[in-house]
């Protein structure tokens, strides 16, 4: 069964540009998460997806924004880009919740470097 | 959702059994007890995941006292490929959101 994959894997932008991040969860999982990892602050949670509702969502302005469609694949955004949004952005599809109790699988992520 | 906390980090040499062990006072009735694996510039990797006493894998064991304030993750016998940032998660059923803290930076030398 094929694992998470994210699309692209590496991206280059401007301040101030806006970028879409693309996530297929793995085949049959019904849950997306969105995390960012920084070398400061580390692994954080943006929100989690489950068919197609936002259904928690972390501690980020609202230039992050995300949606899920109905296949389950799930999209990110982020607009208005500033240095800081340099980061690691990892995707993890679970079965059935994004929650602590379901095993996350998380993606290889999309590194996003912010000049 | 409980706080937990780990080692900043720890070294070992290949074979050796390793222990990091994971603190959360404030765990709820509720709560599992998670730990991931993450290599560098890769996602990370779920290992194994408890409630009380003892659980055994194929790639760890997981101890947790009958009070549930702290936990221990075992590997035994690690490799150079053991290598990683190891994460402890407390949580509960499908609601809660997985909060990773700091984690411990495993260094296994050969």
């Known amino acids: 069964k094929a694992g998470v994959t994210q699309t692209p894997r590496y991206l280059i932008k401007t301040r101030g540009q806006q970028v879409t991040l693309s996530c297929s969860p793995i085949?049959?999982?019904?849950?997306v998460s969105w995390y960012q990892q920084t070398p400061g602050q580390g692994l954080q949670f943006l929100f989690e997806y489950f068919s197609e509702t936002q259904r928690n969502k972390g501690n980020f302005p609202g230039r992050f924004s995300g949606r899920q469609f109905s296949n389950s694949r799930s999209e990110m955004n982020v607009s208005t880009l500033e240095l800081g949004d340099s980061a690691l952005y990892l995707c993890a599809s679970s079965l059935t919740s994004g929650g602590a109790t379901d095993t996350q699988y998380f993606g290889p992520g999309t590194r996003l470097t912010v000049l | 959702l409980a706080k937990t906390t780990q080692p900043i980090s720890m070294d070992s040499y290949e074979g050796q059994e390793v222990n990091i062990t994971c603190s959360h006072n404030n765990i709820a009735t509720n709560d599992y007890i998670t730990w991931y694996q993450q290599f560098p510039s890769q996602g990370p990797r779920f290992i194994i995941q408890g409630y009380k006493t003892k659980v055994t894998n194929e790639v760890a064991s997981l101890f947790i006292p009958a009070d549930r304030k702290s936990s221990t993750l075992s590997l035994p016998r690690v490799s150079l490929s053991d290598t990683a940032v190891y994460y402890c998660l407390v949580g509960a059923n499908n609601t809660d959101k997985l909060i990773f803290g700091t984690g411990t930076r495993l260094q296994v030398f050969p």
């Open positions: 085949s049959g999982h019904r849950s």
